[in-house]
């Protein structure tokens, strides 16, 4: 497939990098020949420097003979006039990110396909909704469901109270049906386990199981489950704003921030949400506003380091649940060994919904994974697929892949070596980058 990623930034460098491993032809093009100097040298990819908007510089980068164009520039005015140009040229399916909500509904949505812009990809709802769904389950730090909730999947940080500490998996100890391991980040690598690997405490584990079965997991976690309804937000941002948006309506919501104009602005579109002007690095002021009283903590300003230094400061006065948004893709590792709560990255998610694009449509649905360089992939099984042929313990899969569970007729059940992959299944498979499309193959 030939895709032509127009953007240097950090998404277009993470899909730039990302795909350029899986023997795709890639075209990055930017003004920036100095963003793009070490992609050259290290990535198998070409280079176009150019202007996004010039249709010199597109027919350089051969649009006519595209599959897939993706405009994610910081500016969104250039990327949706790259992705008409594109579709104008040639190119077969077009794909834009924008910073404005109303480009996503209709009639303006509508308006944009019929120029030739295919897919538009707003980062804020996809940060917003994580927000929301981590909210909701207070003691995990990410979630995901597939197929209405029949198959769950929970991270959790594991502390020295669990019950399944320094098992090792030969032992049979996780061979049972409530769930399943698929994954453990440990000092910043993540492991796919086999028989003689154990879980150790502050292993970020990931696990995945049928609908039900979570209690348990919080159980032997050693977690402790809590009920989320007083918020305090810090940040006016767009992001906020779709999470207040996107709360169940008996959540009590304030939202702190030192500019004037974007609290007024705010406090008359989220109604009942409290908006209050002020600093939210001012924790006098954050305590007379009840921080000590709530139950959550969010902080999505526009600067990394002011959201994780203000989580920190609400985890020391007591609060259990913090989510921070980072925007530098290679702050995560870092940001998560101060153990601040739960990491959001808008760039990671869109990242992730735009390389769905790419596979074929037999993966529904693919999320890429905060806490790990890995992708949990949903796949549907047609009659004929390789991977219906034997049971999963002989297939010899790739190796960095895991097959979590399927979800059958409604139905989700984890899954073991013995266990038969039938024609009509949702199988959700959770693998290692690197590895997404070799096990696409089964499929």
């Given at each position: 497939m030939r895709i032509i990623i127009a953007g240097a930034g950090e998404v277009g460098r993470y899909l730039a990098k990302r795909l350029s491993t899986e023997e795709q032809e890639i075209v990055l093009v930017d003004e920036s020949s100095e963003r793009m100097s070490d992609l050259d040298m290290r990535y198998d990819l070409d280079i176009v420097v150019g202007s996004p908007?010039?249709?010199?510089?597109?027919?350089?980068?051969?649009?006519?003979?595209?599959?897939?164009f993706i405009a994610v520039t910081p500016e969104e005015s250039i990327n949706t006039t790259a992705a008409i140009l594109a579709k104008n040229l040639g190119a077969k399916k077009t794909v834009a990110r924008v910073n404005n909500y109303e480009f996503i509904l209709s009639p303006s949505k509508d308006v944009f396909h019929r120029l030739g812009v295919d897919t538009i990809i707003y980062p804020e709802t996809l940060a917003a909704l994580e927000i929301v769904k981590s909210l909701q389950r207070s003691w995990m730090r990410e979630y995901r469901s597939f197929g209405n909730d029949a198959l769950q999947l929970a991270c959790v940080k594991v502390r020295s109270n669990a019950t399944f500490l320094d098992k090792p998996f030969m032992t049979g100890y996780?061979?049972?049906k409530p769930y399943r391991v698929v994954a453990i980040k440990r000092n910043n690598k993540t492991i796919i386990p086999k028989?003689?690997?154990?879980?150790?405490?502050?292993?970020?584990?990931?696990?995945?199981?049928?609908?039900?079965?979570?209690?348990?997991?919080c159980q032997e976690a050693g977690k402790e489950a809590f009920d989320?309804?007083?918020?305090?937000?810090?940040?006016?941002?767009?992001?906020?704003?779709?999470?207040?948006?996107?709360?169940?309506?008996?959540f009590s919501v304030k939202v702190i921030d030192n500019d004037r104009e974007k609290c007024y602005k705010m406090a008359t579109q989220l109604q009942p949400a409290m908006v209050i002007h002020g600093d939210g690095r001012d924790l006098e002021l954050l305590r007379e506003e009840g921080l000590e009283e709530c139950d959550a903590f969010v902080a999505v300003t526009n600067n990394s380091e002011t959201n994780v230094m203000a989580c920190m400061a609400a985890k020391r006065h007591g609060i259990k649940k913090t989510i921070a948004e980072v925007e530098n893709l290679d702050y995560l590792d870092l940001v998560e060994s101060l153990d601040i709560g739960t990491i959001i990255n808008k760039k990671l998610i869109a990242g992730g919904r735009i390389y769905q694009m790419t596979l074929d449509e037999d993966a529904?649905?693919?999320?890429?994974?905060?806490?790990?360089?890995?992708?949990?992939?949903?796949?549907?099984?047609?009659?004929?697929?390789k991977i219906t042929s034997k049971r999963i313990r002989d297939l010899h899969l790739p190796d960095n892949v895991n097959i979590g569970g399927i979800v059958r007729?409604?139905?989700?059940?984890?899954?073991?070596?013995?266990?038969?992959?039938?024609?009509?299944?949702?199988?959700?498979?959770?693998?290692?980058?690197?590895?997404?499309?070799?096990?696409?193959?089964?499929?």
């Open positions: 908007t010039s249709p010199k510089a597109l027919m350089e980068c051969d649009v006519p003979n595209c599959e897939l996780f061979d049972h028989g003689a690997d154990q879980i150790q405490t502050n292993d970020i584990v990931y696990f995945i199981c049928p609908n039900g079965s979570l209690d348990i997991i989320i309804r007083r918020i305090m937000i810090m940040g006016c941002s767009r992001i906020a704003i779709k999470t207040v948006y996107s709360l169940p309506k008996d529904l649905d693919v999320q890429s994974l905060t806490y790990s360089d890995a992708e949990v992939v949903e796949f549907v099984v047609k009659p004929g697929d007729d409604g139905n989700g059940f984890v899954v073991n070596g013995s266990t038969v992959v039938l024609p009509g299944d949702h199988v959700v498979v959770f693998c290692k980058a690197d590895s997404v499309r070799k096990i696409a193959k089964f499929f």
